[in-house]
């Protein structure tokens, strides 16, 4: 099962750099993080963006065929959440939301000076061991 665990990371930027980062994510103000994700093969994909993606698909698509969509809508609506969400970043290698180890270890290894120098707030490591990962509450659940 080991083998079969893939990887996320995420970062948390300030307000002012979050905002830079969802109009332009390559911009200069960002530097060296560009520079780091393009070795990497990697982009920023804002979480407030991609729960509001969400929603808008399942709006679009039929809600029930979404089983995080009640869960995802009352997030996205949320002031406070919004605001935390907002400054978040999932980064996504090769395309992909979730990768090897190897992959993350090195993105990782690679973020890590600009967060111990401040210009990443938060560097957050996941995985896709359920065991590992929150549920919705059982009111949004389908």
Known sequence: MTNDIKFQIRIELSEAQA???RRDPDSPALAP????????HAT????FDAFADYVAEAE????????LYAWTK???????KKAKYIKSFTLYVDGEEVYAKEKADALESDL???ADGGQILRLMRY???????PQPPQRHRT
């Open 44 to 47: 920023l994909k804002c979480q």
């Open 112 to 114: 890590r000076p600009l």
């Open 127 to 133: 995985d896709t061991n359920p065991a590992n990962n």
């Open 60 to 67: 679009k698509h039929g809600a029930e065929q979404y089983p």
């Open 33 to 40: 993080l560009p520079v780091i994700l393009n070795r990497h």
């Open 74 to 80: 009352a997030t996205i609506e949320d002031s406070a």
């Open 19 to 21: 905002a830079i980062a």
